[in-house]
């Protein structure tokens, strides 16, 4: 029999499939679902609002049986008004801390910790920060953690060194001359892509990277071990993310009366080329 009583489908929201920590979070999505016979429909709404309303509400007219929420936009009104009213699972991850039953929690305090730890062993005590103006809450934890550890290693992070950019290639590149105002001997960019695009824009200002001035990324994406120099990072398991994610919606799906799950994931230092000790 080819028809199932349910489509068993989940809806899957992310801010922005362009970014491979996106990808590789949809990879884990795709091979849980698989396993478990479900059909991921996924979206990346470039943190349109509307655009992310519309695609919620199309997935809910499909008869969408859960959804995994990592795109920030999905207020708390609209969780309420259309998936709590239509009784349907979802999970909020990453960008989107708000409350759900069942969370795959990253520990982005520590992640912060492992970043200035790294830095300030290496010498570093002029440290720039490059992130979003408007950050999610998972990012206002990793600068939180970023900033409390400095302080306990006597290093203070001037409020002027945290220069805003969008979480971008192109955000990082633009973001160059106002991280060298700083005057920063390193600087710990919110997220890989964006200290990729600060690495391009540091080359074309002829500093070299880490000799002349370090550079730490966060998430570990595929490319990191392919540009030069390898970018130092923060390991976030961004495939198993997706898995467990999957995992956690699928048996709730499929038992709504169970206690609620809770998953912790660690982050982890990958130190490779882009940092190096101060001059
Ligand atoms: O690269 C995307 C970033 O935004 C990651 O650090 C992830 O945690 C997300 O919030």
């Not at 349907?88 to 910790?113: A, E, K, T, W």
Request: charged share 20%; glycine share 8%.
């Amino acid at each position: 029999n080819l028809i199932m009583k349910s489509a068993q489908t989940i809806g899957v929201l992310v801010p922005n499939l362009g970014n491979p920590f996106f990808s590789m979070f949809i990879r884990g999505v795709q091979q849980t679902s698989r396993d478990r016979h479900f059909i991921p429909l996924i979206f990346g709404a470039n943190h349109d609002e509307k655009l992310e309303s519309y695609y919620l509400q199309e997935l809910i007219k499909r008869a969408v049986d859960g959804l995994i929420i990592a795109s920030a936009s999905i207020t708390g009104e609209a969780i309420d008004n259309i998936l709590k009213k239509n009784g349907i699972p979802y999970l909020l991850i990453d960008q989107n801390g708000g409350p759900s039953v069942d969370r795959v929690r990253i520990d982005d305090q520590q992640g912060g910790q492992l970043a200035a730890q790294h830095l300030v062993a290496l010498g570093h005590q002029r440290i720039a920060v490059v992130m979003p103006e408007h950050p999610t809450q998972n990012l206002l934890i990793r600068l939180d953690g970023f900033r409390k550890q400095l302080a306990e290693l006597g290093v203070q992070l001037a409020s002027t060194a945290v220069v805003t950019a969008a979480m971008t290639k192109l955000g990082g590149y633009q973001a160059t001359s106002a991280v060298l105002a700083q005057k920063p001997t390193a600087v710990f960019a919110i997220n890989d892509e964006t200290a990729l695009g600060l690495i391009r824009g540091l080359h074309e200002q002829g500093l070299r990277v880490p000799e002349d001035i370090s550079v730490l990324g966060y998430d570990d994406i595929d490319l990191d071990e392919y540009v030069v120099p390898k970018l130092s990072t923060i390991h976030q398991p961004v495939v198993t993310m997706g898995q467990q994610a999957t995992t956690l919606l699928i048996n709730r799906i499929q038992d709504q009366r169970q206690p609620e799950q809770l998953v912790n994931l660690p982050v982890e230092l990958r130190d490779r080329e882009s940092t190096g000790p101060v001059k």
